[in-house]
């Protein structure tokens, strides 16, 4: 009986066909986090590589090294695994067939950035880190095309 009801309440009021362009509402996607996070990646790179081991076998200073060390490096595995899931997002929900026509190489790039993601986890490498902000600058420009805006590219740091 109920389903009867049901049935005859959708014949009396249709509910009207919609078509959305993204899985969630229009202006929720934005690079702008994986910019942030990219930063962070760059940022800890170069603190690690700039940290100094302590120069005596002083176990207090060992110790406030590792520590120091550790923490940046449990920072920038976690950053650049957020890039990576930012970045991810933007491909696979907000990038659509017509975007690959008017970027054929959108797929390439977006590989690639999750790659530099993936490097930038398991190496302290200043190239990767910097490969993947600029990489992280490409699907800025890419993104903000698709919606015909120019929307500058700056960095924090």
């Known amino acids: 009986m109920l389903k009867k009801v049901i049935a005859q309440l959708k014949d009396w009021f249709p509910a009207p066909e919609v078509h959305a362009h993204c899985d969630g509402p ?15 990646v760059l940022s800890m790179t170069k603190k ?7 120069a005596s ?3 207090t200073a060992v110790v406030a090294y590792q520590n120091t060390l550790s923490r ?10 957020k890039t990576k899931e930012e970045i991810l997002i933007l491909w696979t929900d ?13 797929h390439d790039t977006f590989w690639k950035a999750a790659k530099l993601c993936s490097a930038c986890k398991v190496e302290v490498s200043l190239e990767h880190a ?6 992280v600058e490409t699907i800025h420009k890419i993104f903000w095309a698709t ?7 700056y960095k924090a740091s």
């Open 72 to 81: 940046f490096i449990a920072i920038k595995e976690e950053q650049a695994q």
């Open 48 to 54: 690690i590589l700039d940290l100094e081991p302590p």
């Open 57 to 59: 076998n002083d176990p």
């Open 94 to 106: 907000y990038f659509k067939p017509v975007h690959l026509e008017q970027f054929p190489d959108l």
């Open 130 to 135: 910097n490969e993947l902000l600029e990489a």
């Open 147 to 153: 919606k015909n805006r120019d929307i500058v590219w």
């Open 26 to 40: 229009c202006g929720v996607y934005d690079p702008a986090a994986a910019r942030i996070t990219a930063e962070a």
